[in-house]
Nanobody, 114 residues
Framework: QVQLAESGGGLVQAGGSLRLSCTASGSTFSINVMGWFRQAPGKQRELVALISQGGTTNYAGSVKGRFIITQDNAKNTVYLQMNSLKPEDTAVYYC????????WGQGTQVTVSS
């Protein structure tokens, strides 16, 4: 069984930056993809960014050019560098892992003030 531990959320002004981290522990063999989703109040959970074990990335159009997803395979950790943050980026950000099954983190709040 895999567990995900997220960190790095918080409150930031528009235009600022935050970095989220997510570390997988437990049965971390055969991880296929890790990444981030987010859910704003009253909205559905949506993809932010994904990265495969081979390093292929996929971004939502709304964050492309502002967010960067990277990983440290040796540490089973994925990072999300969020730059030029906007109030509409405010949401709970969930770490995601695919390993045959899907695993979700508990979520970390990101609030961007205008």
């Amino acid at each position: 069984q895999v567990q995900l531990a997220e960190s790095g959320g918080g409150l930031v002004q528009a235009g600022g930056s935050l970095r989220l981290s997510c570390t997988a522990s437990g049965s971390t063999f055969s991880i296929n993809v890790m990444g981030w989703f987010r859910q704003a109040p009253g909205k559905q959970r949506e993809l932010v960014a994904l990265i495969s074990q081979g390093g292929t990335t996929n971004y939502a159009g709304s964050v492309k050019g502002r967010f960067i997803i990277t990983q440290d395979n040796a540490k089973n950790t994925v990072y999300l560098q969020m730059n030029s943050l906007k109030p509409e980026d405010t949401a709970v950000y969930y770490c995601y892992l695919a390993q045959g099954t899907q695993v979700w983190g508990q979520g970390t709040q990101v609030t961007v003030s205008s």
